[in-house]
């Protein structure tokens, strides 16, 4: 069963749209790529589901132990490596909520259940992925 259709809009935009929900999102190239960068490139999408990918895995673990994850952000920094061009690094930041309080042997639980998400495991081993978790931060308000 097809999962996903996109089509290409032209000047290098494309509508990818999930089929069992009819959600959609475009894609652009970045300005260093010959696009507009007016919507995400199919790089970030990729750094973007890492991060999605990580938090979820998270959550499920954490929801079985009964710790609310609701309000944890992750900020996602991609590097990208020339010859050829690729992804070369994605640093993602977990900042957890000011509510969630954890012990040393839950932090240890949900940092293994977001270094082996299947986005993370997917990933080609030249990708460098740094993962950093600050369990004490404030959040920002954005």
């Not at 490139?41 to 973007?48: E, G, V």
């Not at 990580?54 to 609310?68: F, L």
């Not at 991609?78 to 909520?97: C, D, Q, S, W, Y």
Request: aromatic share 4%.
């Amino acid at each position: 069963m097809i999962t996903i259709r996109t089509i290409y809009l032209g000047n290098l935009r494309t509508e990818a749209t999930h089929l069992a929900s009819g959600n959609a999102l475009l894609t652009d190239a970045p300005i260093d790529n010959n696009g507009r960068g007016e919507a995400f490139s199919p790089t970030d999408l990729t750094c973007a589901s890492l991060g999605s990918c990580m938090m979820t895995i998270m959550g499920i673990v954490a929801a079985r132990d009964g710790v609310d994850l609701e309000g944890t952000q992750i900020e996602i920094t991609k590097t990208m490596a020339a010859n050829p061009r690729r992804i070369g690094r994605i640093e993602v930041h977990f900042t957890l909520a000011s509510q969630v309080v954890l012990d040393q042997t839950q932090k240890e639980k949900l940092q293994r259940a977001a270094l082996t998400c299947p986005v993370a495991l997917s990933l080609h081993p030249d990708i460098e992925q740094e993962v950093h978790f600050d369990w004490k931060a404030v959040l920002r308000e954005k």
